[in-house]
């Protein structure tokens, strides 16, 4: 599965950031900056699961090498945030794997942040293993059961379907709390297409909090104590 993951995002990696560069990714990204900024701001040490091209670099340009450490499978994706004169650190590799490097630097960060599906590319129990392993805030947005429906902007999302775990909001909003999360909140982002992207934190707020199912993304909070 990893290996398949890899092939796909290597394939599409020098024009992901491309096809988000709309009006509705740039507003789906300010709600997001937010949900970041709330989730990292005390953070000593932030562990990016699947960062990508570093899009919480961009959203929050003054996290430093120091308090940063970037995981993802795809050398293409990787490549493309070097490219972007972001001086951190980070690693090809699995970012919930329980060994190595990763786990250690893992281990470290008081903040775990996995964003845009990134979660969904493992089993709910591996994510929730690492994301629970210790005292932490988190920031998870796996894809929604909603996902499918948005088939005018799913870019590389409809084909990359059968790579990827998809599971409710209550069934993540019950294993955290079993797992002893505390101020846990789950949102569903993106759940009316169209629809003005001026409009689009009011229906994160409202419709978001009512029916995370139908969203694209769900937007996951909270923290180990």
């Known amino acids: 599965m990893t290996e398949k993951i890899?092939?796909?995002?290597?394939?599409?990696?020098?024009r992901y950031d491309s096809e988000y560069d709309d009006p509705?990714?740039?507003?789906?990204?300010?709600?997001?900056k937010t949900a970041l900024i709330q989730t990292t701001n005390?953070?000593?040490q932030i562990f990016d699961a699947g960062c990508g091209t570093g899009l919480a670099l961009r959203l929050m340009p003054w996290i430093t090498a120091p308090r940063y450490f970037g995981v993802d499978l795809s050398v293409g994706m990787l490549a493309r945030l070097k490219a972007g004169g972001h001086d951190v650190a980070f690693a090809r590799d699995d970012a919930w794997s329980e060994a190595g490097?990763?786990?250690r630097r893992r281990m470290d960060s008081d903040a775990l942040i996995s964003l845009f599906g990134a979660p969904s590319y493992?089993?709910?129990?591996?994510?929730?293993g690492a994301t629970c392993e210790r005292r932490r805030r988190f920031l998870?947005?796996?894809?929604?059961?909603?996902t499918l429906r948005y088939h005018e902007k799913a870019c590389h999302t409809e084909q990359f379907k059968d790579l990827r775990y998809t599971y409710s909001a209550g069934l993540w909003r019950g294993e955290l709390a079993?797992?002893?999360?505390?101020?846990?909140?789950?949102r569903g982002l993106t759940l009316l297409t169209p629809l003005p992207a001026a409009l689009r934190s009011t229906e994160y707020k409202l419709l978001g909090r009512?029916?995370?199912?139908?969203?694209?993304?769900?937007?996951?909070?909270?923290?180990m104590p």
């Not at 079993?178 to 789950?186: F, L």
């Open 178 to 186: 079993r797992r002893g999360a505390r101020n846990v909140q789950v």
């Open 101 to 103: 490097i990763v786990r």
């Open 122 to 128: 493992a089993p709910m129990g591996r994510v929730l």
């Open 6 to 14: 890899k092939a796909a995002y290597d394939a599409i990696a020098d």
């Open 210 to 223: 009512l029916m995370p199912d139908r969203g694209r993304w769900l937007v996951i909070t909270g923290e």
């Open 24 to 32: 509705q990714s740039v507003a789906e990204n300010e709600i997001v």
């Open 140 to 146: 998870l947005m796996p894809y929604a059961e909603g």
């Open 42 to 44: 005390y953070s000593e």
